[in-house]
DNA sequence: ACCAGACTTAAGCACTTCGTAAGCGGATGA
DNA sequence: TCATCCGCTTACGAAGTGCTTAAGTCTGGT
C-alpha cells in the first residue's frame, strides 16, 4: 500500500512517515505543493495525506488541481487545529475526509483503513478468500482455521492480494505498494516474498500468472 | 484506556483531565462539540466524558448524531442542570451513564470503571487470564495467587493486554492508549514498560508477535 | 525543597527479517 | 528443438526490531 505524504513540518511529517511504516505502508513524502501535484497526477499512490498550508503552492491549490485532472485517488486532508474554514473548504474542494492536527495516531490509521477500504469497496474489517482469513485490526492471519504468523512485508502483500482476491494484480502494482515508486530497482525481492508467503500458507494458494502478476482465487482451499 | 473529554469551562476541564492523567487514562480534551463528534466517529476512544450545553453544537446534539452514525463508544454525560427531563432525554439519546455536576472526582472513576467495564462485555470488576488476576476496583494484580505490585503505568498496559486476552494488541494501539498523542517521537518506552511488567510476572506471560505487538494468551499458567 | 520511586531516553546487543544476487528449471515462441 | 525469458529457490550481508541495562528526568508525598 502506497501512500503519499505531503507535509513541510520535518518533525511532524518524519514522525507521521515513520508510523505508517511501521504500519507497512510504503510512504514517499514530498515537502512541497509543486512535486505533490507532480506525484498526484500518476496515480501510482493508493493514499494521499495533504496538509494545508504549504510553501510553494497551497495545499488545497494542489487538491483542486488534482481533481480537475480527475485524479481519483482518496485524499486524506490535514489541517490545524483552528482552522474550520480550511476543513470545509477542504471536503468541499474534494477531499475523501479531513483530521485535525493535533490528532492521534491510532486514528490516521484508522481512517486511512477506511479509506483505502472504501476505495476497495469492502467493509469489513476482516477479509475472507476460502479457507484464508485476514483480520486488519489485529493484523492476525489465519489458513484453514490455523493460526500463522507472518511478517510485516507478507502481511502486506497478503492483504493486497486478498483484497482483490480473484482478480489478477499486477506485478508492477504490487512492487509499487509495496515498496515504494523510488525502489524500482531490478531485483527479485517481490519473488522471494512470494515465496516464503507461499512456504507458510500452501504453493498452491497464490497462483503465478506469468508475464504478469499473481493472484489468489476467490475460493482457494 | 483513552478517554475524550468534551467540556468546554477552562477550570473544570483542566481539573477532570488531570485527575483522569492520575489514573493513568489518556485524555484528549476537545472544547467544541464539532470537533467532539468528529472524534468520535472513528470510534478510536474507549469512553467519551460528554458536557451537555457546549459552545458551537449541543452536548446532546453530538449524542444524538453519534449514534446516528452507529458509535458504539459508550457515552458519560455531565451536566449542571438537574431537572429530570434532561436526564431522560440524555439517556435516550444513548448516553450510557450520568453525571450531576458538581460531583466528585472518585464517583466518577468509579462510574468510568464502571462503564468501560460494562463495553468490554466484563460483568464483574475483576479481569481472569489464567493464573492472572486484575483488579480494576482497587487496581490490584495477583498472579498465580501471589500479590503482585504493579506502578500505574504497568498495570494499564496489563489492562490492555488481559481485557484482549488471547488477541494480538498491535503495538500503535498500546502506545497510543498509554501514550496520547506525545509518543510521536522514537523510545522504547514501551518495550521498557514491557520488560518490568514481565519481570513482576514472568517473562512467558506476555508473548511478542514480532513486527505487530504484544499478547497475552488467554490461558497463561 | 527534598527524596524516592516511577518514568523516559539512549545505547549496545542478539536475533529476525529483508533485499540482493546468482544458479536453476520450466515455459514460451521462433 | 533450441534459445531465451521469467519465475523459483537458496544463501548471505544489511537493515530492522525488540530486549536489556543504565543513566537522566519527572512527579508526588513529606
Redesign the pocket.
Known amino acids: 500500500m502506497h501512500i503519499i505524504l505531503v507535509e513541510d513540518d520535518p518533525q511532524l511529517g518524519a514522525a507521521i512517515q515513520r508510523a505508517l ?2 504500519l507497512a505502508y510504503t510512504v514517499s513524502w514530498l515537502r512541497d505543493g509543486r512535486e505533490a501535484l507532480l506525484a498526484l497526477r500518476d496515480q501510482t499512490a493508493d493514499l494521499v495525506l495533504l496538509d494545508l498550508g504549504l510553501p510553494g503552492k497551497d495545499g488545497l491549490d494542489v487538491l483542486v488541481e488534482a481533481r480537475r485532472l480527475h485524479v481519483k485517488t482518496p485524499v486524506l486532508v490535514m489541517t490545524a487545529r483552528d482552522a474550520l474554514d480550511d476543513r470545509v473548504r477542504g471536503l468541499d474542494a474534494g477531499a475523501d475526509d479531513y483530521l485535525v492536527k493535533p490528532f492521534h495516531l491510532e486514528e490516521l490509521g484508522a481512517r486511512i483503513r477506511s479509506l483505502t477500504r472504501r476505495a476497495q469497496g469492502l467493509a469489513a474489517n476482516r477479509i475472507d478468500a476460502g479457507a484464508l482469513s485476514l483480520d486488519l485490526g489485529t493484523s492476525e492471519v489465519s489458513f484453514r482455521g490455523e493460526r500463522v ?1 507472518l ?4 502481511f502486506a502483500l497478503l492483504q493486497i492480494l486478498m483484497e482483490r482476491a480473484g482478480r489478477l494484480v499486477r ?1 508492477e502494482n504490487l512492487e509499487n505498494s ?2 515504494g515508486l523510488d ?1 524500482m ?5 517481490l ?6 508467503l ?1 512456504r507458510k500458507l500452501s ?1 498452491d494458494t497464490i497462483q ?1 500468472v ?4 499473481y493472484m489468489i482465487p476467490r475460493e482457494p482451499q
Request: aromatic share 10%; glycine share 10%; no cysteine.
Open positions: 511504516e511501521r504468523e511478517t510485516k512485508r507478507e506485478r509495496l515498496y525502489n530497482v531490478g531485483s527479485s525481492a519473488e522471494v516474498l512470494v515465496h516464503t507461499r504453493y503465478t506469468r508475464g504478469f502478476g
